[in-house]
């Protein structure tokens, strides 16, 4: 449920922004104050359903490149081990 709020509290800010831009009140100082501080308040809302999407695991898919890149050094010392002789060389000598 705080997800739907969260997303539902991001559109409504753009919604006026694009209120302000088609009354034309964008070009004074009030108009672009408050564009900034509605651009605020709706990167803060989607930054939580964000977090909440991350949380749940939806975003699973962003963490592919993350998972390869740790699982390569772990197969790369695997290798290596079973590489490795298990007797020690005897030196020359």
Not at 25 to 33: A, E, M, R
């Amino acid at each position: 449920m705080m997800l739907v709020i969260s997303i539902v509290m991001g559109i409504v800010p753009l919604l006026g922004i694009a209120w302000t831009i088609a009354t034309g009140t964008v070009t004074t100082v009030d108009g672009l104050f408050m564009s900034l501080i509605l651009l605020t308040l709706s990167a803060v809302f989607f930054l939580n359903a964000f977090w909440e999407l991350r949380d749940r695991g939806a975003l699973a898919f962003l963490n592919k490149k993350k998972v390869a890149a740790q699982a390569t050094p772990q197969a790369t010392a695997k290798v290596a081990l079973a590489n490795k002789d298990s007797k020690p060389k005897e030196s020359e000598g």
